[in-house]
């Protein structure tokens, strides 16, 4: 019998893990009901079992067969709840017997793994003994077919989530001694190569943290509450990831928008906040990331200063080298577009293109080029190489954070330099935007290429453009600020933020668009109004 098959059958479930994310009582009563609202589509089941239909969209059918809509149902009571919950799983049984398609797919199987395992105590009560027999057996093979996968997927953000759920099943179904001692030196060895020494993930994303944690959390939790001795890597890499998450939030409590984050709603991050255990320290800077964090008063800017890891994770990183996103007392002024909940691939592409940040582009092309491969996956195939950044104190006392990349040499011969200052008192900002040779010459004249400067805005951001040089913005509590760049001829545009509660949002961006052969550098400040 082959080795993942091997070993004592599981027989019971010991405990039910934490779920930390918030439960909606709307939702669950729209379940209880046959609807299902996910990733932007509605199926209306009229009692029929849900997986008993053509599911609307791919992603939807990726989030129903996740389950994680099950902890909604935690708050109906009564038996209706459970019925309903032991129906949807013996529905997936029937129609995905064997382990293949999209609701296979790895990142998805995990995901169901983790719900039933969570909502084990719906789903099972008032269960008769077959069902809990034929529901303990389906957990046990998915632990199976996740472990026998393991081995060969790639190191990433799934990789690290199959370890975490593989060490929740061995704790928490009956499994042996030696099952238990594996899955906690997989998950310390992911953990080790996964979380960088600064507390960030290989990913460099933001939402990629928050996702660790709502797993590690109860994970930990679970270890503690069976009296298991825990992995060795476990409460130290919880800790740095708690680190790295506070560096990335805005003092109105959302995320910085990089690399694939988009909302992550605010029950999530209030319960992750509950169990910092950090003391919500913030760093300056997150070195092995590639991030900065420049902060005084009542303001903040968070740049991004590094590049994909490995050629693999380039895969999900975003053309977003040397942006930054600027925020003020509880409001976010400059952002990045971020993406979708529910995004496809069209929109994906977009979001991570250099232009769907507060970046600089050439021609409006990305800093990065992304293959439509179908065996390598949209990888960078082309762009940015290096970015090096330095970080000093100005002749004026100011906080200053000097950057470079090389997203353009290879094309146009040219790198890019960004510079962001802020005072003392965090009530001005100035930032410069230039081109150079790799030698540092300067671009030839007459060379006629169009550099555009972006700075998009936070769709709570009310604008006005006072005239050819400066541009008015507030926020609802009346936090104002001037945006200036004399002789630079910035102007308002549309633009579109991603990342909002209901999905795609209109919203506005400033643009500095010049020809690099007349004027290699554009400057501009940012000024706040008493």
Known sequence: MPGFLSGRRASRLLVAPTDLRIADPLEGEDLLAGRFALAGAVLETNGRPPFSFEMPSLAFERELAGFSWLRHLRTRRGEEANIFARAAVLSFMRRHRSAKGTSWETEIAVRRLNAWLCHSTVILKGADTGFYRRFVDQIARHERILRRRYATLPRDAVRLQTATALAMAAISLDM?????????????DELEKQILPDGGHISRSPDALVSLLLRLLPLRQTYINLDQTLPKRLVASIDRAYAAVNFFRHRD??????????????????ALLRYDETGGSVFRALPHSGFDRLQAGR?????????????????????GALSFEMSAGQNRFIVNTGVPLAADEATIRLART???????????????????????????????????????????????????HDGYLARYGLMLERTLTLSPDGTEITGSDGFR???????????????????????????MQEDDDTIFMTAHDNESWLFSAP???????DGVFFAASAGKTASRQIVIAWTIGDR???????????
């Open 520 to 530: 290699p550098d554009i400057r501009w400040r940012l000024n706040r109004l008493s």
């Open 299 to 319: 303001t903040t800017l968070i740049a991004d200063t590094g590049r994909p890891l490995s050629v693999h994770l380039s895969k999900t990183a975003h053309a």
């Open 437 to 463: 040779g790799k030698n540092g010459a300067l671009p030839a004249e007459g060379d006629e290429t169009v550099a555009i400067a972006r700075f998009h805005l936070h769709p709570a951001i009310w604008t």
């Open 354 to 404: 250099t232009a769907a940040h507060s970046a600089v582009s050439i021609d409006d092309s990305s800093a990065m080029r992304f293959s439509r491969s179908a065996f390598l996956g949209p990888v960078a195939a082309g762009g940015i190489r290096q970015v090096t950044h330095e970080r000093d104190m100005d002749e004026n006392g100011h906080d200053r954070l000097i950057m470079r």
């Open 487 to 493: 002789g630079c001829a910035p102007v308002l545009e």
């Open 176 to 188: 042996s001694d030696h099952r238990k001692r594996e899955a906690a030196r997989r998950l310390d």
């Open 253 to 270: 409590g959302d995320l910085a928008l990089f690399n694939g984050t988009g909302l992550v709603p605010g029950t999530a991050l209030s």
